[in-house]
């Protein structure tokens, strides 16, 4: 779990350093398809193991992550970063929100949500295109917390696959 976090900042900062020579929408693009490619190579995937059902869980996702990134990158673009991800990470609290089951669940769910809510409350320096670019994001990412879980526990896409750190 390290060396992933250890990547995404470092990727972050590199794309970061990106944005002005060839736009969000460029860098967002490249981190895509390099994550893609690693994945393939590190994974292997069985292509055809895979099922109609899991095509449809793995679009649904990658489309998910596409528009994700995308739209963070545009609201980065036009707001602080912290308020761009504060927005971001609305998605996932209204997926912790939801699948509550518990009282204390619920109340931890709502209280991260709040939270959010009041970092990137506009409070000061206001852009409306970013704010919607980090509200699709936030959206993008609920699909995205949704499908993970169901593509992560189809037969044929990545628990079958033969890894290299098996």
């Known amino acids: 779990m390290a ?4 990547g995404i900042q470092i990727s972050s900062a590199l794309s970061a350093g990106l944005f002005d020579s060839l736009g969000s929408y460029s860098v967002s693009s490249i981190r895509m398809l390099i994550a893609a490619f690693v994945l393939l190579v590190v994974f292997r995937p069985k292509i055809k193991r895979v099922t109609k059902k899991d095509w449809v869980g793995i679009t649904l996702y990658g489309a ?11 609201a980065i673009d036009r707001l602080p970063l912290g308020i761009a991800v504060s927005l971001d990470f609305l ?6 929100l939801l699948a509550s089951k518990r009282f204390k669940e619920g109340a931890c769910a709502a209280g ?35 499908f993970s879980e169901k593509v992560g526990k189809s037969e044929g896409v990545l628990l ?4 290299r750190f098996r």
Do not use: D, E, Q, W
């Not at 060396?3 to 250890?6: A, E, F, T, Y």
């Not at 998910?64 to 545009?74: D, E, K, Q």
């Not at 998605?91 to 912790?96: D, K, L, N, Q, T």
């Not at 709040?114 to 699909?143: D, Q, S």
């Open 112 to 146: 991260a949500l709040l939270g959010v809510l009041l970092i990137a409350g506009p409070g000061g320096y206001f852009n409306m295109i970013g704010y919607l670019f980090g509200l699709l994001a936030a959206t993008a990412f609920a699909v995205y917390t949704f």
């Open 91 to 96: 998605g996932p609290c209204a997926i912790a």
């Open 3 to 6: 060396i992933g976090s250890v």
């Open 64 to 74: 998910s992550m596409a528009v994700m990134n995308l739209a963070l990158y545009a």
């Open 160 to 163: 079958t696959s033969r890894s």
